[in-house]
Structures are given as C-alpha cells and as structure tokens.
C-alpha cells in the first residue's frame, strides 16, 4: 500500500514529491533501490533483515516501510499515463498494476514494524474440538511462514506430536517433486500400517505463496496432486497468500475435493 505525498519546503520553496509504501517483505525488499555492500544502507537493510526473522519467530506480524523521492516532472507524466489506464476498458487490472510497478521500485528502506496480533478468548480450545471432530482446517493467511506456524501453534491448530510437511518451492518442478516426495512417502507408510490411516501420524502442511502460484496455475497440472496430498493431512497453513489465491482455493477445494466448506474472513479483503 502506498501513498504519494506532495509539500513545499518552508524556507527553500521547492516542491517535493515523495512516494510512502508499506507491505511483506517479500515485496518491498526486491523493489529497494541497489546499494554498495559497505555502504550504511546496506547495513541499514542487514540490521532490518535480522530484527524482521526476531519478530517473525516471536508470532508478531511485521511490515517494512519504505519511501522514494520522485520528480515533480516525472511524477507529473507518470499521473497522467496511470489515469489513462484507470479509464481503459481492455486490461484495466495488468496495465494499472504495472503502472504502479513503475512508482513502488527504487525505494529506500525507512524501517519494519511488528505487532503483537493475540488470538479471541478460546480460540485454541475451539480448533482443538473442531479437530478432534474431525473437520480439516485450513488457514489462508498473508503472514510471513514462521510468523503463521508461531501462531499455529499458539492456535492448537498444530501440535508438537504432528509431522509438519513443508511446500516451499521456487519453481514448477521443485513443486511437483516435493508434493511426489511426500506422496511417496505416505504410500510407504499406509504399506507397512496395511492401510490402515488410523494408524498413521497427524500431518500439518504448510505453503507459502510462490509455491501457491504454480500449484494453483492451471497450466502447471498440479492443483489436483497438491489436493491429494492435502487429504492426508488434517490440517493446512497456507502463508503468504493473496486474497485472490485465498478465494481460488476455497474454491477449487468445494469443486475438486467435493466437499462442504464453510470459509471466515476476518477483513474486507478477505470478502472473495
């Protein structure tokens, strides 16, 4: 999210122009400006790096913040492009989503925050039942993965006696050998329990959101193996997800798995 903030200097009457963004860091930190290994933003940006993995393991939700001066010329030709594609009528969402590209890229890093997000009164009993019910439970979140395992814990939406599976892939294929990887594995040991699954270990299996979209691509052949896969698990934390990867899997799950759900948000963008 970011704002654009137009002042004028009190004493030197020049007009500045400045770009305020907020996300995940797995946003901001690739559209940060380059910088020399030894210069002080690059410390800057070790220093953040190491606070942002603290606060992650700590179940707090963290945010980089950062900023870029613009041209008041060149802001002012960037305005009248991007308005031209907010009137389109072909591609209107990829032309604005790359208008904004090019303002939210070179930024200097101004900090993170990390705040404290405590789970309702009885949340963990609840889940515990729901479970023990046997109601798989997923949970969509745009949390960074350690931040959202902490609170899964927290939650008893996992447990230390769970075999936790983890997708984290950086590429189609790496998708596709890790779900066959844990597949395999499965089948070895529904073998040696005779099939019995009662038998078999709880399974928590957490994805973060590149691996989502390749999974989630209709071209990548893999939404159904990755389902199969989430049927032997009885509960799924997928991290980092977009709304939009959110609504998608709620309803590929309804159509592919043919079951009931019931999907909770707890925010307007969670309205899809």
């Known amino acids: 999210m970011s704002i654009v903030v137009r002042r ?23 559209a940060l400006a380059p910088c020399p290994m030894d210069s002080e933003e690059y410390l800057l940006r070790e220093k953040t790096q190491h606070q942002l993995d603290l606060y992650a393991r700590q179940g707090l939700r963290v945010l980089l913040i950062a900023k870029r001066n613009l041209d008041p010329v060149e802001f002012s030709e960037w305005y009248s492009k991007h308005q031209e594609c907010e009137m389109s ?3 209107r969402e990829k032309r604005v989503r790359e208008s904004f590209e090019l303002l939210e890229r070179n930024l200097t890093l101004l900090g993170l925050t990390g705040i404290e997000d405590r789970l309702q009164e009885s ?3 609840t889940i515990s039942n729901l479970l023990s019910a046997g109601i798989i439970i997923w949970v969509l979140t745009g949390d960074k993965t350690e931040t959202a395992i902490n609170i899964a814990f927290s939650a008893k939406l996992f447990h230390s006696k769970m075999e936790i599976l983890k997708l984290t892939a950086r590429s189609r ?4 050998n890790c ?3 844990y597949m395999d594995e499965i089948e070895k040991q529904l073998i040696e ?13 957490v994805v973060d959101g590149k ?3 390749f999974i989630l691509d209709l071209k990548s052949n893999l939404t159904v193996p990755f389902l199969e896969l989430t049927r032997y698990c009885s509960s799924v934390l997928c991290c980092r997800s977009t709304p939009l990867q959110k609504a998608f899997l709620v309803k590929v799950v309804k159509e592919e798995l043919k079951m009931s759900t019931l999907a909770i948000g707890d925010g307007a963008n969670d309205v899809s």
């Open 89 to 91: 009528t072909e591609n």
């Open 211 to 213: 691996t989502l979209t």
């Open 173 to 176: 294929d790496a998708a596709e």
């Open 8 to 30: 004028i200097g009190i004493l030197s009457q020049r007009q500045e122009v400045i770009l305020y963004t907020k996300g995940a860091d797995s946003t901001i930190l690739p």
């Open 193 to 205: 329990a005779g099939d019995d699954e009662k038998c078999l270990k709880k399974r928590a299996l």
């Open 123 to 125: 949340v963990p009993e």
């Open 179 to 181: 779900i066959k990887f």
